[in-house]
């Protein structure tokens, strides 16, 4: 009953999927081989998600908890203030060293004296000893100090920006990931729900099908819902788990615990 239009239309979407799969099988040869590159596995033995585990929210699931936690402990924070640290300490030195110092110095020594005979028979001998303060005021150093001292400073003031910038692009990632874990298991949840009811409209068009009321035209778009929404959800799971490591990353929380956490929903 169907016209022409209907046939051609019908053969370019044909034509287009397979075109498609094509592209979607080399994308996944490339992708096997990049992990082959980089871990000297082999990509068949990648774990496969579970679908019987249900994603939590962000604990504790307050923002502020988790910015001032990567305000804390963030290793990127940690590593510009040690960076920072070194470049103020570059600044006293050369501070110092175009600066007056003061010195304690300490003499003693012993003199003989062979010349003569002393007053008691024996060789004279002179014991000196002496302790004084040397002021020491450098007046001109060619200016080799004064502009290392200078370039110095610049440095620290550099350093000092990129600590700014690193903690405003922390507390970005920090917001990103956190909110990123809620979405995504709210996300989830959703689409799994979306899962039943495509389950349901598919199985309600082979129904339809059978007794007249349905084609099979709507039992195809019936099936392509419900394989578009499992797409859809195992994305969802996927970006839900590597968005929490992203969350205890940026906070410097990425430890055995978390990666033993992720690991519950592969399949060993």
Request: proline content about 1%; glycine content about 6%.
């Amino acid at each position: 009953m169907a016209t022409i239009a209907d046939t051609d239309e019908a053969q370019a979407s044909y034509d287009s999927i397979l075109a498609e799969e094509v592209v979607a099988k080399n994308d996944l040869v490339v992708k096997q081989n990049a992990f082959t590159l980089l871990t000297g596995l082999n990509a068949q033995s990648i774990a496969r998600l579970r679908e019987n585990i249900e994603p939590t929210l962000a604990e504790p699931n307050d923002i502020s908890v988790w910015l001032k936690k990567s305000s804390d402990t963030s290793l990127n924070i940690g590593s510009q203030l040690l960076q920072l640290d070194i470049a103020k300490r570059e600044v006293d030195k050369y501070r110092f060293e175009s600066s007056p110092q003061v010195n304690l110095v300490a003499n003693y020594g012993q003199n003989w004296e062979a010349s003569g005979i002393s007053r008691s028979g024996g060789l004279d001998q002179t014991n000196k000893g002496a302790i004084t303060l040397q002021l020491s005021i450098p007046l001109y150093t060619g200016g080799r100090r004064s502009s290392e001292l200078r370039e110095a400073a610049a440095k620290e003031s550099e350093q000092r920006q990129t600590l700014e910038a690193t903690r405003r692009s922390t507390e970005q990632s920090t917001t990103q990931a956190f909110l990123g874990v809620n979405a995504g298991a709210a996300q989830i949840n959703a689409l799994e729900q979306v899962l039943k009811s495509s389950q349901s409209l598919l199985a309600s068009s082979k129904l339809g099908r059978d007794v007249g009321v349905r084609t099979t035209v709507d039992v195809l778009n019936a099936e392509q819902k419900l394989y578009n929404t499992r797409y859809a959800l195992t994305v969802a799971r996927y970006t839900y788990l590597y968005t929490r490591l992203q969350l205890a990353a940026v906070v410097g929380d990425l430890d055995e615990k978390q990666l033993y956490a992720v690991n519950q929903w592969l399949v060993q």
